[in-house]
């Protein structure tokens, strides 16, 4: 063990001492590496550049669908009806009704979540 | 020493280029990740987004529907009560037909009599959730019989009988849009008192992992109670003493409409996560 890097050493501090140059092929080796070093730096910038303009574009649909969600200007065509209940039990919201009809707001800009919001239907 | 190395180096023939290459490659990497990452983690955020958004969405829905059905509405209770007093006179009928009273008339009562049930209705409506709050407020835990006797005993005061934090109930506000029950929208509510107001507590139903977004409402009572009274007047005539005597008995009968209208109004909104 011992020896073994005692030969390590002294190939390093030969390897230091020389004054020898690279060949033409270290040469040409070191630049295709350096060449596709640059190459996959600038692929990951412009990926980097996409996803960021992706998400700023993504961003922008969902921002406008939230407010006209927060407006509730736009509800979907099938509304549906919200019950306070306990168990089996129902209790009315609004006297004489034991379901409130409503309209609902959906914003699915996101794909997988649906945003949703909604109201009392206007009696 | 140090200069004479750099000498040493500047006229060396030594070559570098594998080593820089080598370099150049490793900080590209390096930063190319880096740049790479951070527009995927703020493109992943997104997701994220809507999720919260759905939560708060959700649960501020709820909150307008509840603040909608119960900020202005009133609730009222209503009972009745009879008093009854009997009059019983006694007439003499004379030889030539005329009638005069024999003795005096024997007064009973006026006696009151067992209380009609009390009744809470939001216009004609007694399921509707702010008469199981306002039952809970007025009559704490009493039932039908000792909430009858309460509503007319001098020490009735609408509120007294809660405690702080006294539960009401826990109830859910579901969906259903055709055959979907739509239950990433579904708001459970805690309903208590607290300070002798109305306490609601919304938030979006969540597994143990999710995170919440809460609003808490709080609805205040204002009293307004009066005693309104009718009377009727019923007469009788015992004929068995006849010919020479009769009685009449008059019953007088007052019934009392005591009447406490609730009116509830929205005082506070809390918001939290």
């Known amino acids: 063990m011992k020896a073994a890097v005692r030969k390590g050493l002294k190939a390093a501090k030969l390897k230091i001492l020389s004054n020898g140059g690279e060949t033409l092929t270290e040469v040409l080796v070191s630049l295709l590496i350096a060449g596709l070093a640059l190459a996959m730096f600038a692929g990951m910038i412009q990926a980097s550049i996409n996803i960021v303009d992706s998400s700023e574009a993504k961003m922008q649909e969902y921002y406008t669908a939230n407010n006209n969600l927060a407006l509730k200007t736009i509800p979907e065509a099938t509304g549906g009806t919200v019950s306070l209940t306990k168990g089996t039990d129902i209790y009315n919201l609004f006297p004489g009704s034991s379901g409130v009809d409503v309209d609902y707001f959906v914003n699915d800009k996101l794909g997988g979540v649906e945003v949703m919001s909604y109201e009392r239907e206007l009696p | 020493m140090k200069l004479n190395t750099a000498a040493k180096k500047i006229k060396s023939e030594r070559g570098a280029s594998i080593t820089f290459a080598l370099l150049i490659f490793l900080v590209c990497a390096v930063v190319g990740s880096i740049v790479l990452s951070a527009a995927t983690a703020s493109a992943g955020r997104l997701n994220k987004l809507a999720e919260s958004d759905r939560r ?218």
Not at chain 2, 160 to 185: C, K, W, Y
Not at chain 2, 246 to 260: A, I, M
């Open chain 2, 56 to 273: 708060y969405y959700s649960v501020s829905s709820a909150a307008e529907l509840i603040v909608e059905a119960l900020d202005g509405k009133e609730v009222v209770i209503s009972g009745d009560r009879d008093d009854v007093t009997t009059t019983v006179t006694t007439y003499k009928v004379n030889a030539d037909g005329s009638v005069e009273v024999d003795g005096p008339s024997v007064v009973t009562g006026p006696v009151s009599g067992t209380p009609g049930n009390v009744s809470l209705t939001q216009t004609g409506d007694a399921d509707s959730l702010l008469c199981l709050a306002t039952k809970k407020l007025v009559f704490g835990n009493n039932n039908q019989a000792a909430s009858n006797d309460y509503f007319w005993d001098s020490t009735y005061s609408p509120g007294a009988l809660v405690t702080n934090n006294d539960v009401i109930s826990d109830l859910e506000l579901s969906h259903q849009r055709g055959a979907d029950t739509l239950s990433e929208l579904q708001v459970d509510i805690d309903v208590k008192i607290t300070e002798k107001r109305l306490h609601l507590i919304l938030k979006n139903h969540a597994s143990a992992d999710e995170a919440v977004y809460t609003i808490e409402l709080f609805f205040t009572p204002a009293y307004n109670t009066i005693i309104s009274k009718s009377s009727n007047t019923q007469t009788a005539i015992d004929n068995t003493l006849m010919p020479a005597k009769f009685k009449e008995t008059v019953t007088l009968t007052e019934t009392y409409t005591k009447t406490t209208t609730v009116y509830w109004s929205l005082s506070e909104i809390k918001k939290g996560q």
